[in-house]
């Protein structure tokens, strides 16, 4: 009973902010816990794991929420002044992740050849920031930039060159100072941006679901998909993105339709 009051409370008001602790936490506090209880009865301490019988709730995916086809245009149409503008132009065009994004350097980006090497995240670390490897070797890829972001990247370039700041990192995406962003600051800077054009308040991540939901909507294949997210597999954009298919299996019975004879 005690331990069923522990999750109660550790669901409704855990955490820093009192808000709850996250189904995926409480799972992971729970396999903690099961774990020293086993030993214990291992060891003899105990005579049985009271954890046997406790249900914790199911780990709850995030709802994604990409962006529309109005709202892109609105973006690329309204916000070019705007710092932020070649982070989120970069963001729905590649999939890329915000560690990801944040980490970029200019000697991951080949103008020439219209790609960028994504190689290392920027991560939140002890109250700063650090960047690390990134968590598997599919997630090290080379994804391919339209035409028009290379466009924007090389004015980019150019104005980060031409300008003299603070502070030289070599970063794509930074402050106007040349400093990298915190990835909590940026989601900050991003949630200022989208309300400034009246679009409705997102993640950053949910700029990597609109890259893959309108790649797939326009005839994207899902492994040229899975590449260019570094999904492990197939399974995992599957996972996430399969509910657009449907449509697209209707677009190909039609075309089938088509081809037959009457």
Known sequence: EQLNDLFNTLQRTGGKKKTGLSSSTLRKVHFILFSALEKAVEDEILSKNPLHKLEIPKAVKAKIKPLNADEIKLIFSDSKSDPLFVGVALAISTGIRRGELLALT????NLN????????????????????SLKTERSNRVVGV???????????????????????????????NGKHYHPRNFQKRFD???????????????????????????????????????????????SVYGHILPGRQKELANKMNKILPK
């Open 106 to 109: 200019w000697d991951d980006v």
């Open 113 to 132: 050849e219209g790609f960028i090497s994504i190689n290392k995240q920027l991560i939140p670390f002890k109250g700063g920031t650090a960047i690390t």
């Open 146 to 176: 339209p035409q028009k972001i290379i466009d924007i990247l090389k004015q980019e370039k150019a104005k980060q060159e031409s300008s003299e700041r603070e502070y030289n990192e070599n970063k794509v995406i930074c402050q106007e």
């Open 192 to 238: 200022k941006f989208l309300d400034e054009l009246g679009i409705e308040k997102r993640r950053v991540h949910d700029m990597r679901h609109t890259f893959a939901t309108h790649l797939l909507s326009n005839g994207g294949y899902v492994n040229e998909i899975q590449n260019a997210l570094g999904h492990t597999d197939a399974k995992t954009t599957l």
